[in-house]
């Protein structure tokens, strides 16, 4: 650690005199993007799924959509999320023909990803929400999906917040291998400031800081959720 | 209004109902008795389709509900359900439990009314509201429910802080507020402190006397003998002996009526 004012030194110049506080504003910027967005679009979808999995399967609708629902939980958990951006973005993008910018398909990756993870969370939520909820919508004469969306989803959604935040840390986290396909972000952007001045030390450090404080920011800001949705919940 | 035919039900090789036929008209009150295990409440919920019948048919103002494209919703709306346990939206404040479903039947009216309306095809002019409209209607004639039952202070409270009985009268003005045909009660004091079940049996007392057609299962023997205009016995998934309650409670015929009667009485 001898060295480490020189260290401090250089990047301070890489960051500060030679502007790589723009690298690292636009990969902070990328990071929580992709990660805000791949939550929505997996909630949207891991929502959905978790619906038709706990369906009553009299019908053959219902039956053939669960069966597609398995598969792609199946092949969404069953491979690295590195693989399926890599697949998506140097395989299923060109056959398709399509141009789509990294963070693009990082992002639809990161969604599609989590949407098989949450689906999970989603369904034990349901599946915890008393049987009567159910019941006393249906026999009001509410539609299956009518109560799960005003009565059931509302109540599941209180139960599996904690759950629901740890998937968002970890999609955060995560963000870090979309460099792997060239988008920027928290992770590219210090390194390149690393590479450029060939000094890893402070840069990979502050890196860790600022991962280390959006993580408690928002385990922060789940807590403050979770107190107001358990309103509902005080008894006598 | 209501009339079943060979109703049939098992739980995979369980056979819970052998065979029930009954009509149930306008005004009555039928309360249907039974040991436990013996399918009344079975009986009761396929009476809304809430368990679908194995065989045999349910026909709701000669609407048969066991057909599979018969839209059961709809039927619902008219047939209300009271549960053991109460069953109150446990996200929804009491106001709400109240307006939640006359709110989504109003809507969806005016939304196919304003359809039928844009291709020109015949619709009710009263069903195209505004949905503040809708809203008010069924806050106020919720505000007026529970008012009935003496709740209007807990409107906006949530059920978690409700005692049993409260839950169970707000479940019951739930139904209400759908102005439903028919109302099924499916042991509605048996989750009740003694205490409690009073001040329930009375709310359905009012109602029997408005003229309310309603099915109850019940293990309240009083309440049976002083509301019901008729009594079903029901046992090993038939109905054993039906009759006036004077008829059932003082003169049983059945050997099994009797020994039950014994027993509870």
Redesign the interface.
């Known amino acids: 650690m001898g060295n480490f004012d020189r260290r401090l030194e250089v990047f301070w110049e890489e960051f500060w005199v030679y502007e790589g506080y723009n690298k690292v504003l636009e990969g902070l910027k990328n990071t929580l993007f992709i990660a805000v967005m791949g939550l929505v679009i997996g909630i949207v979808i891991g929502t959905l799924i978790a619906a038709v999995r706990v369906m009553p399967k009299?019908r053959l609708v219902p039956r053939v959509l669960d069966g597609v629902c398995s598969v792609y939980v199946a092949f969404f958990r069953g491979t690295p999320m590195v693989v399926q951006l890599l697949v998506f973005y140097y395989v299923l993008l060109p056959l398709m023909g399509v141009n789509m910018t990294p963070v693009t398909v990082s992002t639809l990756v990161f969604g599609l990803n989590s949407g098989a993870y949450i689906s999970e969370i989603m369904r034990g939520g349901i599946l915890s929400v008393?049987p009567?909820?159910m019941?006393?919508?249906?026999?009001?004469?509410?539609?299956f999906s009518?109560t799960m969306m005003?009565?059931v989803i509302?109540?599941a959604v209180?139960n599996i917040l904690p759950t629901l935040g740890n998937e968002f840390i970890t999609l955060i986290k995560e963000t870090s291998i979309v460099s792997f396909v060239g988008a920027t972000d928290l992770y590219k952007a210090f390194n390149v400031m690393g590479t450029n001045t060939y000094e890893f030390m402070v840069p990979y450090l502050s890196m860790a800081l600022i991962y280390i404080v959006m993580v408690l920011i928002i385990s922060l800001l789940i807590k403050l959720m979770e107190r107001r949705l358990r309103?509902?919940?005080?008894?006598? | 209004m209501i009339r079943v035919c060979d109703l049939h039900k098992s739980f995979g090789d369980l056979k819970v109902l052998n065979g029930i036929d009954l009509t149930i008209e306008k005004g009555e009150i039928v309360v249907i008795l039974g040991p436990s295990g013996s399918g009344k409440s079975t009986l009761l919920r396929c009476l809304?389709c809430?368990e679908?019948p194995t065989a045999g048919h349910i026909y709701f103002h000669d609407v048969d509900l066991t057909d599979m494209k018969v839209d059961i919703?709809?039927?619902?709306?008219?047939m209300?359900?009271v549960?053991q346990?109460?069953?109150?939206?446990?996200?929804?404040?009491v106001l709400q439990n109240l307006t939640?479903?006359p709110i989504?039947?109003a809507k969806k009216a005016a939304r196919k009314a304003r359809v039928a309306k844009f291709f020109k095809r015949p619709y009710a002019e009263e069903d195209i509201r505004s949905l503040k409209d809708i809203k008010a209607r069924a806050e106020e004639k919720g505000m007026e429910l529970l008012g009935k039952v003496g709740l209007q202070d807990k409107a906006d409270e949530?059920p978690?802080?409700l005692?049993g009985g409260q839950k169970q009268r707000v479940a019951i003005v739930?139904?209400l507020a759908?102005e439903p045909d028919v109302m099924l009660f499916d042991e509605p004091t048996s989750a009740l402190d003694p205490e409690m079940v009073g001040e329930v049996l009375e709310v359905m007392k009012e109602l029997a006397r408005d003229g309310m057609t309603m099915v109850v299962v019940t293990h309240e023997m009083g309440f049976a003998h002083e509301v019901a205009s008729r009594v079903l016995f029901i046992d090993e998934g038939i109905i054993m002996e039906e009759g006036t309650p004077d008829e059932v409670f003082n003169h049983p015929k059945h050997p099994r009526t009797q020994s039950f009667l014994s027993k509870v009485l």
Do not use: W
Not at chain 1, 135 to 143: D, P
Not at chain 2, 85 to 93: A, G, P, S
């Open positions: 009299y008393d009567g909820q019941e006393g919508g249906r026999a009001m004469g509410l539609s009518a005003k009565i509302p109540q209180k309103k509902s919940d005080k008894s006598l | 809304n809430m679908d919703n709809v039927h619902r709306q008219k209300c359900m549960f346990h109460f069953n109150l939206f446990n996200n929804k404040t939640l479903a989504y039947v949530y978690s802080k005692s739930r139904a759908m």
